[in-house]
């Protein structure tokens, strides 16, 4: 291929989704690689779906700035986007002496960092807050909320690709050269030139730091397992509850609403050397059990619908082995470049901020034009168990898909799985249409509407069932037909 | 769109809507719609292949479609009005109903409702096998669906988790397609199936049942590469030491069935923690005014021909209902020792017949069953061998019930 991009970012999690998204607003051509065949498949879409307030984080730092930032500005990015989100407000609680003393601490941490609203509040007004949570006292943080973090990177990618970014997917980058001042990028699929890399390669951001030639960066990978537990517990869940950090700061497993209705008991916390392996394990389930019902008072097995894991990259200093703050580079030895490393929670509540600033370093080495086109606002797939009767009616009068339910458990329409199967970023995975509509994401776990799925891709796209794939690359569903 | 008024909504047009359908129509009730969300009714007979069904209703062994289609045949004959491609999304307490169809929105207002949805499956997600996500884990009925009714293979080296009847038949299923099932795991110390199926389904086709194992480990990337498997103490908690690995591309699960009771709840039903099905009296009424369920949607059923029959007796109740306005109250509560995992129904008048559904917690030998009132027994049931696999029914006549005191059932050994 003999095109040259002007930038192309490796890692199409919500990071190098939002730089798309805000390097779009420019008159450049940009093309996102990522190594899965979909956006969101590592850290970003294994996570507790927080918008953080930003007060655990050392004043001053990029994780500190970008994460109260990110948060002030969240309702407006959710209207653009359209992404469910609900600023549901989250307690800190704590039972000892010393958990007032850590509440304390992060109060005055966060006041510093500018969290707004930040208190401290007693049993009684606990329970009014959440009387699901456990604790006797809390720090209040009424600025917090909750967001789904599949749909808002999917959002950004897809916004990025409505202002002309091209994504593509099984690209797993094995090699970068520079020759003439034009990169080479190897994937299984082709090479790709470009004038800048942007490096948002998350749990690879190291390697491919490397590749790029940018050596000594080291990520410790922490693993946390979660649980995810039916609905039917989601209504005593007002908000995120979360313990009291212990003298190590970082937060141990906490209670988090979905804004689907949800609940996630998790993560625990462990450091693992494999990247690759989401693998849950008895030994932690049974731990998140009793550290989860501190938080939450209805954490029961027959209301346990799923597992899942992520880990997250944390960037660790060789010497002292402290957790550091989040990378963002140019280095001038290392030209068009931008490098991001060691971007973990709060990555999610950051992604914009981020983006903005690695867009600013970019600009300080090219003036850049604008995309006269750029259009900010992206409208996602309607969800029509959320409406009205009335709307549900015109909505079935308009198109008769609305009146097939094919997910039963989430209310999902066939019209609602033709818009996800025929997305813009050209995904085709059942994963991908799960993480698009919900279906699959109820308390049958595909049982149902699975095979649904499975039925109208092939019909959408013309595929074989050999074809079809559940989530990764070589996710084969079927071996062949029954009989010829 | 109208508010449609009927006397009977039944949700479902499985074996337990098909049948109640039929026996209110038998009993003069015409005013009658069964709602089905599949394209066609008969539920999930549609998949079930195999023969088996129909030795306690019909005197005859059918398939799964035969034995629905005898239903299906006296529906259309009866001229019983039904839809299918409709999904009912709400009961109201009122006893509203509203499906979504490709029409539109339907509303009903009903004088009884039957639920009659049936069960879904216990998933990987419900039980937590450790391991990663690859594909390749299928719930045997969702597999039974592939490869029955989209003729579609889901893989050639199988591991069964769950001895439930299911699994075992979908062992011999992918057996007979040419798939090498290495073995079943249980985790109770004994199956979990009927002994007919063990025999035809396993023995006959040499797959090994392992009791008291379980899978501590699914392993693969994209697809499942292997399973680890382990044996398990009296507490089903894995033996350390006891791992042992097997190489298979697609793990089946056959752990268990839920009754799907989702819009029970929505119209107010109280359910049994035991059954996960709705509380009910002799007449197969909820604690709803009017709503009756019967059907795996009450109880997992071992088989068919008692779905059928329980929505007979439903019927014959909900005709009664419809007919004269109101219902005995069922004051008398049936309750039982720690050998019997529940009953229906829970409730009883005292001054009609019944029968009493119930299965044992584990196997037993040579015991006897007693139901007592006032410390006096009412009616005893010996058995020889008593299996958690086998429903048990025990009749009772009105005139054995003395006064209006609760009814226990104990187990004698």
């Known amino acids: 291929m003999n095109e040259v991009y002007d930038v192309v970012i490796i890692g199409a999690g919500v990071i190098g989704s939002a730089i798309a998204r805000e390097l779009s607003r420019y008159d450049l051509k940009i093309a996102v690689l990522d190594k899965e065949l979909d956006v969101c498949c590592e850290t970003s879409g294994r996570n507790s779906g927080v918008l953080h307030g930003g007060f655990t984080y050392k004043t001053g730092s990029l994780k500190a700035q970008c994460s109260v930032e990110g948060n002030a500005e969240f309702d407006k990015v959710a209207a653009e986007l359209d992404v469910p989100f609900k600023r549901t407000g989250k307690v800190v609680v704590g039972f000892t002496e010393s958990d007032m003393k850590s509440l304390l601490k992060y109060k005055a941490i966060g006041e510093a960092n500018g969290v707004p609203g930040l208190e401290i509040v007693d049993k009684q007004r606990l329970e009014e807050l959440d009387s699901s949570a456990g604790g006797e006292f809390a720090m209040y943080s009424p600025t917090s909320g909750i967001l789904n973090p599949f749909i808002y990177t999917v959002a950004l990618a897809e916004n990025a690709q409505q202002n002309g970014v091209k994504f593509y997917f099984d690209r797993e980058v094995s090699g970068i050269n520079r020759k003439n001042g034009i990169y080479e990028i190897t994937t299984p699929k082709e090479v790709y030139k470009t004038r800048w890399v942007v490096n948002c390669a998350g749990l690879n951001s190291a390697k491919i730091s490397t590749m790029l030639g940018i050596d000594g960066y080291t990520l410790g990978g922490f693993k946390g397992e979660y649980f995810v537990l039916d609905k039917k517990v989601g209504k005593y869940l007002n908000m995120p509850v979360y313990p009291a950090p212990g003298p190590t700061g970082g937060f141990a497993t906490h209670a988090t609403p979905t804004v689907d209705g949800n609940v996630l008991i998790g993560p625990d916390s462990a450091l693992v050397d494999d990247f690759t392996d989401y693998g849950i394990t008895s030994p932690a389930m049974e731990k998140l059990i009793i550290d989860g019902a501190k938080m939450f008072k209805h954490v029961k097995r027959e209301h346990f619908i799923r597992n899942f894991s992520g880990i997250r990259p944390k960037l660790i200093d060789k010497d002292t082995r402290q957790v550091l703050d989040f990378v963002l580079e140019s280095r001038d030895e290392v030209p068009n470049v931008i490098n991001l490393v060691g971007i973990e929670s709060p990555g999610l509540t950051s992604a914009l901020p981020l983006a903005r600033r690695a867009v600013a370093l970019l600009k300080e080495k090219e003036t850049l034009l604008p995309n006269e086109k750029f259009n900010p606002r992206r409208r996602g797939i309607l969800c029509f168990a959320a409406q009205s009767d009335e709307v549900k009616k015109e909505l079935i009068a308009k198109d008769p898909n609305y009146g097939e339910i094919i997910c039963r458990c989430e209310t999902v329409t066939k019209a609602e799985i033709v818009q996800a199967v025929n997305n813009c970023l050209g995904v085709e995975t059942v994963m991908g249409i799960k993480n698009r509509t919900r279906a699959t994401m109820g308390r049958c776990q595909g049982g149902y509407c699975e095979t649904r799925i499975v039925e109208i891709i092939q019909e959408q796209l013309n595929k074989q069932a050999t074809e079809v794939l559940y989530g990764r690359t070589g996710s084969t569903m079927f071996t062949g037909k029954v009989r010829g | 769109m109208a508010i449609i008024n009927k006397d009977v909504v039944i949700i479902g047009g499985g074996p337990a809507g098909l049948a109640a359908a039929v026996q209110l129509r038998n009993k003069g009730i015409q005013d009658i719609i069964i709602i089905e969300r599949e394209k066609q009714l008969g539920g999930i007979l549609r998949q079930c292949i195999h023969d088996g069904f129909g030795l306690t209703r019909f005197k005859t062994t059918l398939s799964g479609p035969e034995y629905?289609?005898?239903?299906?045949?006296?529906?259309?004959?009866?001229?019983?009005?039904?839809?299918?491609?409709?999904?009912?999304?709400?009961?109201?307490?009122?006893?509203?109903?509203?499906?979504?169809?490709?029409?539109?929105?339907?509303?009903?207002?009903?004088?009884?409702?039957?639920?009659?949805?049936?069960?879904?499956?216990?998933?990987?997600?419900?039980?937590?096998?450790?391991?990663?996500?690859?594909?390749?884990?299928?719930?045997?009925?969702?597999?039974?669906?592939y490869i029955n009714l989209h003729n579609t293979m889901v893989g050639r080296e199988v591991i069964i988790l769950g001895s439930g009847d299911i699994g075992m038949i979908m062992a011999r299923r992918m057996t007979l397609e040419g798939a090498k099932v290495q073995a079943v795991?249980?985790?109770?110390?004994?199956?979990?199936?009927?002994?007919?199926?063990?025999?035809?389904?396993?023995?006959?086709?040499?797959?090994?049942?392992?009791?008291?194992?379980?899978?501590?480990?699914?392993?693969?990337?994209?697809?499942?590469?292997?399973?680890?498997?382990?044996?398990?103490?009296?507490?089903?908690?894995?033996?350390?030491?006891?791992?042992?690995?097997?190489?298979?591309?697609?793990?089946?699960?056959?752990?268990?069935?839920?009754?799907?009771?989702?819009?029970?709840l929505a119209c107010g039903v109280e359910l049994d923690g035991r059954t996960k099905g709705a509380i009910v009296d002799e007449n197969y009424q909820?604690?709803?005014?009017?709503?009756?369920?019967?059907?795996?949607?009450?109880?997992?059923?071992?088989?068919?021909?008692?779905?059928?029959?329980?929505?007979?007796?439903?019927?014959?109740?909900?005709?009664?209902?419809?007919?004269?306005?109101?219902?005995?109250?069922?004051?008398?509560?049936?309750?039982?020792?720690?050998?019997?995992?529940?009953?229906?129904?829970?409730?009883?008048?005292?001054?009609?017949?019944?029968?009493?559904?119930?299965?044992?917690?584990?196997?037993?030998?040579?015991?006897?069953?007693?139901?007592?009132?006032?410390?006096?027994?009412?009616?005893?049931?010996?058995?020889?061998?008593?299996?958690?696999?086998?429903?048990?029914?025990?009749?009772?006549?009105?005139?054995?019930?003395?006064?209006?005191?609760?009814?226990?059932m104990v187990v004698r050994c």
């Open chain 2, 68 to 145: 629905s289609g005898r239903f299906i045949e006296l529906v259309e004959k009866l001229n019983i009005e039904y839809i299918t491609d409709a999904t009912v999304i709400d009961i109201t307490p009122e006893k509203k109903v509203i499906a979504v169809s490709k029409e539109g929105l339907l509303e009903y207002q009903a004088t009884a409702v039957v639920l009659a949805m049936g069960c879904r499956e216990r998933t990987r997600g419900a039980i937590s096998i450790p391991g990663t996500r690859p594909a390749g884990v299928y719930n045997a009925g969702v597999a039974q669906s």
């Open chain 2, 286 to 408: 909820t604690t709803v005014d009017g709503v009756f369920a019967a059907g795996n949607v009450l109880q997992v059923h071992d088989l068919v021909d008692f779905v059928s029959l329980e929505a007979e007796e439903l019927a014959n109740s909900v005709a009664e209902y419809i007919q004269v306005g109101r219902l005995m109250d069922c004051g008398i509560q049936i309750t039982t020792d720690a050998n019997i995992s529940h009953t229906i129904p829970q409730r009883i008048s005292g001054h009609k017949d019944f029968k009493i559904s119930m299965r044992v917690r584990k196997p037993l030998k040579n015991c006897q069953i007693d139901v007592m009132q006032n410390d006096a027994v009412i009616t005893t049931v010996k058995m020889k061998k008593a299996i958690p696999a086998e429903m048990i029914q025990i009749k009772i006549t009105k005139s054995r019930i003395k006064s209006a005191d609760n009814i226990k």
């Open chain 2, 185 to 264: 795991f249980e985790v109770q110390p004994y199956p979990s199936g009927l002994p007919r199926n063990i025999q035809q389904c396993l023995d006959d086709y040499d797959i090994p049942l392992y009791v008291s194992h379980t899978i501590t480990k699914i392993k693969g990337v994209s697809r499942v590469e292997g399973i680890t498997v382990s044996q398990v103490d009296e507490n089903m908690k894995p033996i350390p030491g006891t791992e042992k690995d097997y190489a298979c591309d697609t793990l089946i699960l056959s752990v268990g069935l839920i009754p799907e009771n989702e819009l029970s």
